[in-house]
C-alpha cells in the first residue's frame, strides 16, 4: 500500500514538473516574443507615436501583454499570430529579429514610407498566410524563398521600388490566391513556374518593365479572375490558350506593347466583364466573336493598328457601358444595333476613317453620357436622341460631314458639358436654349453653314468659357452683354455677317482673353471699355467696317 501511494505521488510530481516546464518555457517563449516586438519598434522610426504602447509590462509576470498592443493580435496561447503596421507613416527598417515570430500568420506593412532593401529574414516567416507590403518604397531585389511559406495564400508587394527579374520560387506557393506585384520595376520575362499556381484568382504584374513573351503557361491558371498585366514591355502578343481562362472576369493588357492579332479565343470567356487593350500595337480585324462575351461591360481597344469594320456582333453585348475604339484604323459604318444598347454610356470612336449616318436611335434608349466620333467621314443628319435620357455631358462630333440642323434637343440638355461640332455641313438657325444650360462650358460650332441669329440667351450663361461660331453665315448684332458671360475665356465670331456696333459692355468681363470679330460687317468705333479686359491676350477686330 505504501509503495503504491510512492508511485503515485511520484507519478504527481512528474506532472506537475512537466505542466510547470511548459509553462516556463511557454512564458519565456512569449518574453521573447516582447522583445523581438520591441526590436522591431526599435528599427522604426514613427513620427506619429502610434506605438506609445509598444512598452515592457510594469508586471514581468504578465507575459502576454504585448497582444493587447497596437496592430498585434495573439492566438489562444498568447502567440503574435498577427501584425498590422499599416497606414502609419512609418520609415526606417523593418528588424531581422522578425523572424522570431513563429506563429506570424499575417503581416501587414501597407501604405507606410519604408525605403530600405526588404529584409530577407522576412521570408523565414513559414507560417505567413498573407503578407502586404504594398505603396512604400522598398527597393532592391525582392528576396527569394516567400515560396516556401506552404500556406500563403496572399502575397502584395505593389507600389515600391523592388528591381530586379520576378522570384521564380513564389510558384511554389501553390495556395496562392492573389499575386499583385504591380507598380515596380521588375525586368525580364514572367516565371513560366507561376503556372503552378492553380488556386490563383488575381495576377498583378502591370507597371513594371517586364520583357518577353506572356508565357502561355498562364492559361492554364483556370481559377483566374483577374489579370492585370498592361504598362510593360512585352513582345509578341496575347496566347491563344487565354481562351480557356473561362473563369476570368477582368482582363487588362493596355500599354503592353503587344501585336498581332486579338485572338478570337477570348470569345469564349463568357464571365469576361472588362477587357483594356488599349495603346498595343494589335492589327487585323476585331474578331466577331467577341460578341459571344456575354458578361462584358468595359471594351478599350483604342489606339491599336486595327482595321476592318466595327464587327456586328458587338450589338449582341447587352451589358456594355463603354466601348473605345479610337485611333485606330477601322472603316465602314456604325452597326446599327449599337443604338439598341440599353447600358451603353461611353461611345468613342474618334480618330477612324468611318463613314455612313449614326444609328437614328443612338441615345433613345441609353444613358448615354460621353459620344465622341471626331475625326471621320460620318454624314447624315445629328440624331436627335442623343440626349434622351438626360445623361450626355460630352458631345463632340468635329471633323465629319454632318449634315441638317442643330438638334433643338441638344439646347435642353441640362447635362451636357462640351459641345464641339465645328468642322461639318450642318445648317439651320443655332437652337435658343444653350444659354440656359447651367453646366455647358464649351459651345463649338465653326465652319458650318449656320445662318440666322446668335441667339440672345447665350449672355444669360454662367458657365460658359468658350464660344467658337466663327466661319458661318450668320447675320445679327452682337447680343448686348454676351461678352460679360462672368467664366467666357474665349468669344470667336469671325468670317460672319455680324453687322452693328460692338456694344459697349466690357466693363465685366473678368476672363476674357481671346476675342476675334474679325470679318464681319461691324461699324462704330472700338469701344473704349474693351481697356478694362484685364486678362485680354487676342484682340482681332480686322476686316469690319
Not at 158 to 164: C, D, E, I, L, V
Not at 430 to 444: A, D, M, S, T, W
Amino acid at each position: 500500500m505504501k509503495l503504491k501511494s510512492e508511485f503515485f505521488l511520484l507519478l504527481f510530481f512528474c506532472c506537475c514538473s512537466v505542466f510547470c516546464y511548459s509553462k516556463v518555457v511557454e512564458s519565456i517563449r512569449l518574453s521573447s516574443e516582447v522583445s523581438i516586438l520591441l526590436s522591431v519598434k526599435a528599427s522604426l522610426i514613427d513620427p506619429f507615436d502610434h506605438l506609445k504602447d509598444w512598452e515592457l509590462p510594469e508586471n514581468a509576470a504578465n507575459s502576454s501583454a504585448h497582444c493587447g498592443w497596437t496592430g498585434v493580435v495573439c492566438n489562444s496561447n498568447g502567440a503574435v499570430e498577427k501584425l498590422d503596421l499599416s497606414h502609419m507613416n512609418l520609415t526606417g527598417r523593418v528588424a531581422d529579429e522578425i523572424q522570431g515570430l513563429k506563429s506570424l500568420s499575417s503581416l501587414n506593412l501597407c501604405c507606410n514610407g519604408f525605403s530600405s532593401p526588404l529584409p530577407k529574414s522576412l521570408t523565414n516567416l513559414t507560417a505567413l498566410g498573407s503578407i502586404d507590403l504594398s505603396q512604400n518604397l522598398f527597393i532592391d531585389r525582392l528576396p527569394i524563398g516567400f515560396g516556401t511559406a506552404a500556406g500563403l495564400v496572399a502575397f502584395n508587394a505593389s507600389g515600391n521600388n523592388f528591381s530586379g527579374y520576378l522570384p521564380e520560387d513564389l510558384g511554389n506557393a501553390t495556395l496562392l490566391e492573389s499575386l499583385d506585384l504591380r507598380g515596380n520595376f521588375f525586368e525580364g520575362p514572367i516565371p513560366r513556374t507561376y503556372k503552378n499556381l492553380g488556386r490563383l484568382k488575381y495576377l498583378g504584374l502591370s507597371g513594371n518593365n517586364l520583357t518577353g513573351s506572356i508565357p502561355a503557361e498562364l492559361g492554364e491558371l483556370s481559377a483566374l479572375e483577374t489579370l492585370v498585366l498592361g504598362y510593360n514591355e512585352f513582345e509578341g502578343g496575347i496566347p491563344e490558350e487565354f481562351g480557356n481562362l473561362t473563369n476570368l472576369k477582368y482582363l487588362d493588357l493596355a500599354i503592353g506593347n503587344l501585336g498581332g492579332s486579338i485572338p478570337a479565343e477570348l470569345g469564349k470567356l463568357k464571365q469576361l466583364s472588362t477587357v483594356f487593350l488599349y495603346r498595343n500595337n494589335f492589327e487585323g480585324k476585331i474578331p466577331a466573336e467577341i460578341g459571344n462575351m456575354t458578361s462584358l461591360q468595359f471594351l478599350d481597344l483604342s489606339d491599336n493598328l486595327l482595321s476592318g469594320e466595327i464587327p456586328a456582333q458587338i450589338a449582341d453585348l447587352k451589358n456594355l457601358q463603354l466601348l473605345n475604339l479610337m485611333c485606330n484604323q477601322l472603316s465602314g459604318s456604325v452597326p446599327a444595333g449599337i443604338g439598341r444598347l440599353t447600358q451603353l454610356q461611353v461611345l468613342e470612336l474618334w480618330n477612324n476613317t468611318l463613314s455612313g449616318p449614326l444609328p437614328s436611335d443612338l441615345g433613345q434608349n441609353s444613358p448615354l453620357q460621353r459620344l465622341d466620333i471626331s475625326s471621320n467621314s460620318f454624314s447624315g443628319s445629328i440624331p436627335t436622341s442623343l440626349c434622351n435620357k438626360g445623361n450626355l455631358t460630352k458631345l463632340i462630333l468635329f471633323n465629319n460631314a454632318f449634315s441638317g440642323p442643330v438638334p433643338a434637343s441638344l439646347s435642353a440638355c441640362q447635362s451636357l458639358v462640351r459641345v464641339r461640332m465645328q468642322n461639318n455641313l450642318l445648317s439651320g438657325t443655332i437652337p435658343v436654349g444653350f444659354g440656359k444650360l447651367g453646366k455647358l462650358q464649351r459651345l463649338e460650332l465653326a465652319n458650318n453653314s449656320l445662318t440666322g441669329q446668335i441667339p440672345s440667351d447665350l449672355s444669360a450663361s454662367t458657365s460658359l468659357s468658350s464660344i467658337d461660331i466663327s466661319r458661318n453665315h450668320l447675320q445679327s448684332p452682337l447680343p448686348s452683354s454676351v461678352l460679360s458671360i462672368p467664366s467666357l475665356q474665349n468669344f470667336i465670331a469671325s468670317g460672319n455677317n455680324l453687322v452693328g456696333e460692338i456694344p459697349d459692355q466690357f466693363q465685366d468681363c473678368p476672363a476674357l482673353a481671346w476675342l476675334d470679330l474679325s470679318s464681319n460687317h461691324f461699324t462704330g468705333s472700338i469701344p473704349a471699355s474693351i481697356a478694362s479686359c484685364e486678362k485680354l491676350v487676342i484682340l482681332n477686330l480686322r476686316d469690319n467696317q
